[in-house]
Structures are given as structure tokens and as C-alpha cells.
């Protein structure tokens, strides 16, 4: 018998294993750090930074950051600047003057800062008209901090004492500050030297006395006298001398040297 022939086995070729790519992570994106406001001015005595919160059509509203430097406690204080926007609207002080030739501004406290201590920051928010130049939105400048006293020109306030009633020994009358301005007259003192003696006092506070030299500054509620308004302050006291020269005549008495200022 004839052999079977011997079969050859072809082995199967072992597949090529597809290497595995790993996925390419996509970059992590942190956070936009919003820029911190640059301070406008630094002097020994202050800080000021200016930012803007939002703009729509032609108005700004704007951010100032006042903070004291000086290292004690600012009383009473004044912040001037100029600015070509029209302030519309303001939060946090109050516009004590506006040159609109200059464009001036000078700001004051609200009741509830009048004190800053040292370190300490108030934030004042305003709506203004934007004013551009070259396409380029023209910004608060030239800051300065005033002395918390300035004086109002007597041509627009009037001081008048008038005596009320007398008896044996005293008296009692008024001290009548009229504004014949056309702005308001805000956190208002007022000096005068006084033959009489006042014993006690209502509708201001005596802050001191020298002898015959006084100084009332405003009570907490009467602190604005708006143009054409008259604040009264009522006293009770002894030794005033009227238009005649007579003790305690009833009718208008003598004030010399009267000085009104605000702070």
C-alpha cells in the first residue's frame, strides 16, 4: 500500500497587538485674577484709588478709596478733587462744593465717618456722565485733603441774638443763623465773643470757652441749614447787654468777632 503523504501544518500568524494611546488631558484654565486698582495718589496723610465698577451708554459708575495714612485719627475731614464728569449721584459722603468753571469738587463726611482712624478706608460710589478726550475717558485727579475747617462767607450766613424774657439775675434767648446763600451750609460751627455768660444751652453744643470767647458747633439734628433756612439755638443765661446798653434788655443783644465755619 502506497503511504498517505505527511501533512504540513501552516502555524497561524500571532496578530499584532495596537499599541494604546492614551488620551491627551486638555489644559487646566485657572481662574482670571481681576487686576487690583492702582492708588491714584499716596501722600503721608492719604491714599486714594479709583476704579470703575460698571459703564453703560455715557454714564460711569465709579469707585473712590479713601484711606487714612497719616497715622492718627482724621476729624471732620475734606476730600477736593477734580473731575471733569458730573457727579449725578454719590454714596458714602456728600458734596460739600462744585466749581463747575474749575471742576472742582470737595467732599464731606457723612454723620457716620466723621472719624477715620488711622489704617481705616471708606469706599465712595458715584453715578457720573463719562467726559472722553482722544478716546480716552478722562479720570478724577489733583486730590487733596483739606483742613476740616473752612470758613462761609459771612455774606451768606446771618447771626443774629435776640433776648427772649429776663428776670432778676437771668435770662433766656436765642442765637439765630440764617443761610442767605444759595448752597446748603453742612456740619456748620460758630465762634463769637459774648459780654453775657451762658448757663446752659439747646439746639448746639458749646465745644469750648475762653473767658467771653465761645465756640457751639451743630447739634446732630439741625447739622444742615439749607438756603433761605434758619436754625435756632436757645440758651439760658446772665449779663448780655441789649441795643441800649441796658442789662438783659429784651430785643436783640451785642455778638462781636462772629465767625462761622464748617468742619
Known amino acids: ?14 496578530p499584532t497587538a ?17 487686576p487690583t486698582p492702582t492708588p491714584m495718589v499716596t501722600t503721608d496723610e492719604m491714599e486714594v484709588t479709583y476704579s470703575e465698577v460698571t459703564t453703560w ?9 479713601f484711606k487714612n495714612t497719616s497715622g492718627s485719627t482724621l476729624e471732620g475731614w475734606n476730600l477736593g478733587f477734580t473731575y471733569e464728569g458730573e457727579i449725578e449721584q454719590i454714596w458714602g459722603v456728600v458734596i460739600n462744593e462744585h466749581e463747575v468753571n474749575t471742576k472742582r469738587y470737595i467732599l464731606e463726611p457723612e454723620a457716620y465717618n466723621q472719624q ?5 478706608s471708606i469706599k465712595i460710589l458715584f453715578i457720573a456722565s463719562v467726559i472722553k478726550e482722544d478716546d480716552m475717558t478722562l479720570l478724577p485727579s489733583e486730590f487733596e485733603l483739606l483742613a476740616p475747617e473752612r ?7 446771618k447771626v443774629t441774638g435776640i433776648l427772649v424774657s429776663s428776670w432778676d439775675g437771668g435770662c433766656s434767648g436765642e442765637i439765630q443763623l440764617t443761610n442767605t446763600g444759595e448752597e446748603a451750609i453742612r456740619n456748620w460751627s460758630l465762634e463769637f465773643d ?5 448757663s ?14 465761645y465756640v457751639i458747633k451743630n447739634a446732630s439734628y439741625n447739622s444742615t ?32 468777632n462772629v465767625l462761622v465755619t464748617t468742619y
Open 1 to 14: 500500500a502506497t503511504p498517505s503523504p505527511e501533512v504540513t501544518v501552516t502555524p497561524s500568524p500571532e
Open 18 to 34: 495596537v499599541p494604546s494611546v492614551e488620551p491627551t488631558k486638555a489644559p487646566s484654565v485657572g481662574p482670571t485674577a481681576t
Open 57 to 65: 451708554e455715557d454714564k460711569v459708575l465709579g469707585s473712590l478709596t
Open 116 to 120: 477715620l482712624t488711622a489704617g481705616e
Open 151 to 157: 470758613m462761609i462767607n459771612s455774606g451768606t450766613v
Open 194 to 198: 459774648l459780654e453775657g455768660k451762658i
Open 200 to 213: 446752659s444751652i439747646w439746639g448746639g453744643m458749646i465745644v469750648s470757652q475762653e473767658e467771653s470767647h
Open 225 to 256: 441749614i439749607n438756603a433761605g433756612e434758619t436754625v435756632t439755638i436757645g440758651f439760658i443765661g446772665s449779663g448780655f447787654t441789649g441795643s441800649s446798653e441796658e442789662e438783659n434788655e429784651l430785643g436783640e443783644f451785642k455778638m462781636q
